[in-house]
Antibody, heavy 124, light 110 residues
Framework: QITLKESGPTLVEPTQTLTLTCTFSGFSLSTSGVGVGWIRQPPGKALEWLAL???????RYSPSLRSRLTITKDTSKNQVVLTMTNMDPVDKATYFC????????????????WGQGTLVTVSS | QSVLTQPPSASGTPGQRVTISCSGNSSNIGNNYVYWYQQLPGAAPKLLIY???QRPSGVPDRFSGSQSGTSASLAISGLRSEDEADYSCAAWDDNLSGPVFGGGTKLTVL
């Protein structure tokens, strides 16, 4: 059974850096083709992909947020960490981590297991 | 403004068949697979359809996906009260080099 769980602060102040941790089980991030991504959802709004890290440490970022994001992994701890700098009230959202399964076709990109999400509010 | 366009709402009565549309362009739906996620109130998204038409294990065959050109659709037949949820489409975007999502459609079972 695959599980993922997000952890981190529920409240950050404007301009601060947000650090979120995704702890997962039921799969290994050393398995070829596997990735773990971060997706956020502002209240009442659409899902937005943020970043993804692959088993081989290849990292991909949303072009619109690339300058603010860093994604890393600790395979031995089954954890993926996302940092987002210069937080703003518009960054208030539920942040999800999710597993990207191995695929063979280009453009075949989806998340088959998701964490429950963590709501982050940005306020002073 | 989401890259993929969905109607904000849809509704149906129990037993009915409803469809939810998802419109994109040549850089996303027109050239790649489409995925559908179901999000029950207060819950995380759940993969409902992958590779445009495939259902993960455990997803009832009442749910089906289709794709044509730069558009895709999710059909739900034999509508049930537990289908009341938000449904979001997604696809890889070649220009953005990342996955993009629709704005979501809130399905109400009357």
């Amino acid at each position: 059974q695959i599980t993922l769980k997000e952890s981190g602060p529920t409240l950050v102040e404007p301009t601060q850096t947000l650090t979120l941790t995704c702890t997962f089980s039921g799969f290994s991030l050393s398995t070829s083709g596997v990735g773990v991504g971060w997706i956020r959802q502002p209240p009442g709004k659409a899902l937005e992909w943020l970043a993804l890290i692959y088993w081989d440490d290849d990292k991909r970022y949303s072009p619109s947020l690339r300058s603010r994001l860093t994604i890393t992994k600790d395979t031995s701890k089954n954890q993926v960490v996302l940092t987002m700098t210069n937080m703003d009230p518009v960054d208030k959202a539920t942040y999800f981590c999710a597993r990207k399964p191995p695929v063979t076709a280009a453009g075949d990109y989806y998340f088959d297991s998701w964490g429950q999400g963590t709501l982050v509010t940005v306020s002073s | 403004q989401s890259v993929l366009t969905q109607p904000p709402s849809a509704s149906g009565t129990p037993g009915q068949r409803v469809t939810i549309s998802c419109s994109g362009n040549s850089s996303n739906i027109g050239n790649n697979y489409v995925y559908w996620y179901q999000q029950l109130p207060g819950a995380a998204p759940k993969l409902l359809i992958y590779r445009s038409t495939q259902r993960p294990s455990g997803v009832p065959d009442r749910f089906s996906g289709s794709q044509s050109g730069t558009s895709a659709s999710l059909a739900i037949s034999g509508l049930r009260s537990e289908d009341e949820a938000d449904y979001s489409c997604a696809a890889w975007d070649d220009n953005l080099s990342g996955p993009v999502f629709g704005g979501g459609t809130k399905l109400t079972v009357l």
